[in-house]
């Protein structure tokens, strides 16, 4: 017996274009519809869900044993603005960036959250070049451009090697796991952090303008390029995908993302990647009715 699928109408949008076709060849399409508004920074939603539904599920993760792992909008916006509290006690900022080295997680959305929320910039590295790699060669070249203050690599013992080859006393190691010789500060110790009144300044001096991080081509025609990532780009470009797609507006939407290592590497991320792009979904869409959500998590990553 064959099941049959289960299909059902949403609402998306048609894909209808205005064309302005220049005498010398060119054409600029745009859309017909006006981009509706849009926070001046991602962070904005996380606070708004975080005090309109604070106890509903934001992100989730399967541990070693299957079950799922699960975090609040609540319990988000306070760990992210401990980990912000602590990624300024370190002087961290545009020029001080940090690197994040391993693949989607909570922990992962989290300091990338917290980068957003203080404005230090941040750097998704796709967790091949450390991994994948025997020379590192593109891992090196990326060390070499970034000087990263702070890298971020979850399993430590995983990612010992490559960063034996490239860490020096400039860079300060975060890992939930710890490795063998290196030296690591706890991300729990991050997260244990009391938030102070210069994470919400530091909070309201980020503007659209604000670079939000950088994210580097895959390389595959020459070195990697850092492409540039501004707080209005992240925004526009979620309302501009709520807009297409309205069903997101009408429900909140339970998103999986599967990406294990990527350049996109961050919780659908949010991840976009987060932090890859599932979890700006629910951050950018009105009308959350947290009483609806469908079994069985708002964000499945992993």
């Given at each position: 017996m064959?099941?049959?699928?289960?299909?059902?109408?949403?609402?998306?949008?048609?894909?209808?274009?205005?064309?302005?076709?220049?005498p010398d060849g060119t054409i600029y399409v745009k859309s017909p519809r006006p981009l509706g508004a849009y926070p001046e920074k991602l962070t904005e939603r996380l606070v708004h869900w975080a005090t309109q539904t604070p106890n509903s599920i934001f992100l989730a993760q399967r541990d070693s044993a299957g079950?799922?792992?699960t975090i609040t909008y609540a319990q988000t916006l306070q760990r992210v603005r401990a980990i912000a509290q602590a990624l300024l006690d370190r002087k961290l900022?545009?020029?001080?960036p940090v690197a994040i080295l391993s693949g989607n997680s909570i922990e992962h959305a989290l300091m990338a959250l917290a980068c957003m929320y203080s404005g230090v910039l941040y750097v998704p590295i796709?967790?091949?070049?450390?991994?994948?790699?025997?020379?590192?060669?593109?891992?090196?070249?990326?060390?070499?451009?970034?000087?990263?203050?702070?890298?971020?690599a979850a399993e430590g013992e995983v990612f010992e090697k490559p960063l034996e080859a490239i860490l020096d006393s400039r860079t300060e190691l975060v890992t939930i796991t710890s490795p063998q010789s290196l030296h690591a500060t706890s991300f729990d110790q991050l997260c244990n952090v009391t938030a102070r009144a210069d994470v919400d300044?530091?909070?309201?001096?980020?503007?659209?303008?604000?670079?939000?991080?950088v994210l580097f081509t895959s390389g595959s025609t020459g070195a990697p390029k850092g492409v540039i990532t501004t707080q209005r780009m992240l925004c526009s470009?979620?309302?501009?995908?709520r807009t297409v797609m309205a069903f997101l507006a009408?429900?909140?939407?339970?998103?999986?993302?599967?990406?294990?290592?990527?350049?996109?590497?961050?919780?659908?991320?949010?991840?976009?990647?987060?932090?890859?792009?599932?979890?700006?979904?629910?951050?950018?869409?009105?009308?959350?009715?947290?009483?609806?959500?469908?079994?069985?998590?708002?964000?499945?990553?992993?």
């Amino acid at each position: 017996m064959s099941l049959r699928p289960q299909i059902r109408k949403v609402n998306v949008l048609g894909a209808e274009a205005i064309f302005d076709r220049r005498p010398d060849g060119t054409i600029y399409v745009k859309s017909p519809r006006p981009l509706g508004a849009y926070p001046e920074k991602l962070t904005e939603r996380l606070v708004h869900w975080a005090t309109q539904t604070p106890n509903s599920i934001f992100l989730a993760q399967r541990d070693s044993a299957g079950a799922w792992r699960t975090i609040t909008y609540a319990q988000t916006l306070q760990r992210v603005r401990a980990i912000a509290q602590a990624l300024l006690d370190r002087k961290l900022d545009a020029t001080k960036p940090v690197a994040i080295l391993s693949g989607n997680s909570i922990e992962h959305a989290l300091m990338a959250l917290a980068c957003m929320y203080s404005g230090v910039l941040y750097v998704p590295i796709s967790p091949s070049y450390s991994l994948a790699s025997t020379e590192l060669t593109t891992l090196r070249y990326l060390w070499q451009k970034l000087e990263p203050a702070l890298a971020f690599a979850a399993e430590g013992e995983v990612f010992e090697k490559p960063l034996e080859a490239i860490l020096d006393s400039r860079t300060e190691l975060v890992t939930i796991t710890s490795p063998q010789s290196l030296h690591a500060t706890s991300f729990d110790q991050l997260c244990n952090v009391t938030a102070r009144a210069d994470v919400d300044e530091a909070h309201a001096r980020v503007t659209p303008d604000t670079i939000a991080k950088v994210l580097f081509t895959s390389g595959s025609t020459g070195a990697p390029k850092g492409v540039i990532t501004t707080q209005r780009m992240l925004c526009s470009n979620q309302e501009m995908l709520r807009t297409v797609m309205a069903f997101l507006a009408d429900e909140p939407p339970v998103l999986c993302d599967w990406l294990p290592g990527t350049t996109r590497s961050e919780v659908a991320t949010i991840s976009e990647s987060f932090f890859t792009t599932a979890a700006r979904f629910i951050w950018i869409k009105e009308n959350p009715h947290p009483q609806a959500l469908p079994p069985p998590l708002p964000i499945c990553v992993k």
